[in-house]
């Protein structure tokens, strides 16, 4: 049989990215060039989360929708992930929760908040 992606990050991959205040996701379309941007994570339990404070213009955003294969870059470790829309309402409320513990007081956070971002939240799983 084939090969059959991990689901979940290791312990030691998820302690990183909790750890990481920003982190760069690296995207791509599928003919296009490789594009870096910071971005905030966030880590509930074994699953990790990004979402897009500008919406679904982002350009990273964009791409990872259009090639759900990204790369996470967090110091100096690559972590090859796949991104898959994390919707439902229990998962849009842990992101929210996890970034207002996450991300107190700093500039954006009320943007990852808004009603009209909610639906940009991804979940990470490594590939």
Avoid at 14 to 37: F, K, Q, S, W, Y
Avoid at 47 to 73: K, L, Q
Avoid at 116 to 123: A, G, K, P
Wanted: zero cysteines; aromatic letters at 6%.
């Amino acid at each position: 049989m084939g090969y059959i992606a991990r689901m979940r990050f290791e312990p030691a991959e998820l302690a990183l990215l909790a750890e990481t205040r920003e982190i760069e996701i690296e995207t791509a379309l599928p003919d296009g060039p490789a594009h870096r941007t910071v971005i905030w994570v966030v880590v509930d339990a074994d699953d990790a989360f990004v979402r897009s404070y500008r919406g679904a213009t982002a350009r990273w955003y964009r791409e990872a929708v259009a090639n759900p294969a990204v790369t996470i870059h967090a110091d100096d470790v690559a972590l090859h992930a796949r991104v898959i829309p994390a919707v439902d309402a229990a998962s849009i409320r842990r992101v929210s929760e996890g970034l207002v513990r996450k991300y107190p007081g700093r500039g954006g956070l009320q943007a990852m908040l808004e009603s009209d971002v909610l639906d940009t939240t991804l979940r990470l799983i490594p590939s």
